[in-house]
Nanobody, 126 residues
Framework: QVQLVQSGGGLVQPGGSLKLSCTVS????????VGWFRQAPGKEHEFVAA????????FYRDSVKGRFTISRDNAWNTVSLQMNRLEPEDTAVYYC???????????????????WGQGTQVVVSS
């Protein structure tokens, strides 16, 4: 059974940085994507970033390009989201998730992700 366990998050001032981590265990597939989604109060979930195994291709929503970086360790055990130059609009609960056998057209589709982390709060406020 696949498990995704998140860590990181918290409160930061605008312009600050935070790092989120997602540890993936129990996967029997070597072809999957790990994505990050977020949900702000009163809003729908939205795609943030994803990284695809095995080729390591990365994908970002436009509003985080150049500020957020998604990466993984060599064994693909942990996928991290480094968030720099944070803005109040980045405030949300962040979730990591896994999609098996992804293609480019499904990377941003929340419905295609079948396993989810527990969520972690990120608050950007002065």
């Amino acid at each position: 059974q696949v498990q995704l366990v998140q860590s990181g998050g918290g409160l930061v001032q605008p312009g600050g940085s935070l790092k989120l981590s997602c540890t993936v265990s129990g996967s029997t597939s070597n072809s999957y994507a790990v994505g990050w989604f977020r949900q702000a109060p009163g809003k729908e979930h939205e795609f943030v970033a994803a990284i695809r195994r095995p080729n390591g291709a990365t994908f970002y929503r436009d509003s985080v390009k150049g500020r957020f970086t998604i990466s993984r360790d060599n064994a693909w055990n942990t996928v991290s989201l480094q968030m720099n130059r944070l803005e109040p609009e980045d405030t949300a609960v962040y979730y990591c998730a896994r999609q098996v056998n992804p293609i480019v057209s499904t990377i941003r589709d929340r419905a295609r992700y079948d396993s989810w982390g527990q969520g972690t709060q990120v608050v950007v406020s002065s």
